[in-house]
């Protein structure tokens, strides 16, 4: 099971636009899809959460979003072609940088175009849950991290003291 290190917060590879894939059945584009799948399985066995990761996270530049989430599978050359009007807000956070959670805001719905593993033509329609991750892994894609979307700079985090302000508040109720 060939797992990748996680490219973690600045690191220069996560700010650059990525490449589009041009030949789907090449050892790289195999390889890249199953170190993809193997590092998220990985991470989620460590850690017990995790739905996907986008190829800049492994290091490399090229568009390809792997998840297991809805669609279990990978998304090469997505693309978002419908946004919907209606949005909501979450804290969003990554595997490049663990210790931060991110208020941001999300489209409720989305459409998104893709080839699959075998270089079929897909579209799909993804809401709620399934359609923040799918934002999040393709911004990946652009170069442009959940930090980028914050609401605003008071609502970046670290977990650790999210966690403990959360048992606080608990604690006052």
Aim: charged residues 25%; aromatic residues 8%; contains cysteine.
């Amino acid at each position: 099971m060939p797992t990748k290190e996680i490219t973690l917060l600045g690191n220069p590879i996560l700010r650059k636009k990525c490449s589009p894939v041009k030949d789907i059945r090449s050892a790289e584009t195999r390889a890249c899809i199953t170190d993809l799948k193997d590092t998220l399985a990985d991470f989620r066995a460590r850690n017990g959460f995790g739905r996907g990761i986008a190829a800049p996270q492994i290091g490399s530049s090229t568009q390809i979003v792997f998840t297991n989430f809805e669609y279990h599978g990978a998304l090469i050359n997505p693309r978002i072609i419908q946004r919907s009007r209606k949005t909501f807000t979450l804290w969003d956070d990554c595997f490049s940088f663990p210790d931060i959670l991110v208020k941001v805001k999300r489209h409720y719905s989305i459409s998104v175009t893709f080839q699959d593993e075998e270089g079929m033509r897909k579209h799909l329609k993804a809401i709620g849950a399934f359609s923040e991750l799918l934002q999040h892994e393709i911004d990946h894609l652009q170069g442009i991290l959940a930090i980028d979307r914050a609401v605003d700079s008071r609502h970046i985090v670290l977990r650790s003291e999210f966690i403990k302000q959360g048992q606080q508040r608990a604690k006052t109720l």
